[in-house]
T-cell receptor, first 116, second 112 residues
Framework: AQKVTQAQTEISVVEKEDVTLDCVYETRDTTYYLFWYKQPPSGELVFLIRRNSFDEQNEISGRYSWNFQKSTSSFNFTITASQVVDSAVYFCALSEARSGNTPLVFGKGTRLSVIA | DAMVIQNPRYQVTQFGKPVTLSCSQTLNHNVMYWYQQKSSQAPKLLFHYYDKDFNNEADTPDNFQSRRPNTSFCFLDIRSPGLGDAAMYLC???????????FGPGTRLTVT
């Protein structure tokens, strides 16, 4: 069975601090995809990144970076120099790589509050 | 801009009164999903369409039904809403050749 664990329920940081959101996953599949989504107070889930299981390269996009480590089944997300607009709930998700339906298995989310 | 649109954004219905939520997409994706998200919880998949093939999650209540008349539109029908059905309902789409889902802004349903 697949499972995604986001142990941090809520995090508060002061603006300009760096913050890392943890994500640990479980799957028996050898090929899978990992995702991060942002859900601001407006409610829409915004796709941030997809990472393939066979690509362990870390990725940086502006102030966002992702650290994927298969050895520890982790896919952590770091925001550098956080801003108030980063305040949101962040969901990590996992999907098998197969044809047909590939449901997203979500973690419970981490609520990030960035204080000015 | 290509996007996933949900109407209305806020819906109030009475206990037991049928309600329909709508979703449309301009992405031409062949997979569409409906999720229910209650406060401080992760989205929970209700059902999805792969083209015209309908797939119901095992624990989706019979009270919930869906229609997909064409590629662009998908509807969620709640036949007899209960107080426990108050939630955010999220529609998402996915291309059959990709894995990331794109979500609409959601419809927040209140049941009085």
């Amino acid at each position: 069975a697949q499972k995604v664990t986001q142990a941090q329920t809520e995090i508060s940081v002061v603006e300009k601090e760096d913050v890392t959101l943890d994500c640990v996953y479980e799957t028996r599949d050898t090929t899978y995809y990992l995702f991060w989504y942002k859900q601001p107070p407006s409610g829409e889930l915004v796709f941030l990144i997809r990472r393939n299981s066979f690509d362990e390269q870390n990725e940086i996009s502006g102030r966002y970076s992702w650290n994927f480590q298969k050895s520890t089944s982790s896919f952590n997300f770091t925001i550098t120099a956080s801003q108030v607009v980063d305040s949101a709930v962040y969901f990590c998700a996992l999907s098998e790589a197969r044809s047909g339906n590939t449901p997203l298995v979500f973690g419970k989310g981490t609520r990030l509050s960035v204080i000015a | 801009d290509a996007m996933v649109i949900q109407n209305p954004r806020y819906q109030v219905t009475q206990f037991g009164k049928p309600v329909t939520l709508s979703c449309s997409q301009t992405l031409n994706h062949n997979v569409m999903y409906w999720y229910q998200q209650k406060s401080s919880q992760a989205p929970k998949l209700l059902f999805h369409y792969y083209d015209k093939d309908f797939n119901n999650e095992a624990d989706t209540p019979d009270n919930f039904q869906s229609r997909r008349p064409n590629t662009s539109f998908c509807f969620l029908d709640i036949r007899s809403p209960g107080l426990g059905d108050a939630a955010m309902y999220l529609c998402a789409t996915r291309s059959g050749s990709s894995y990331e889902q794109y979500f609409g802004p959601g419809t927040r349903l209140t049941v009085t």
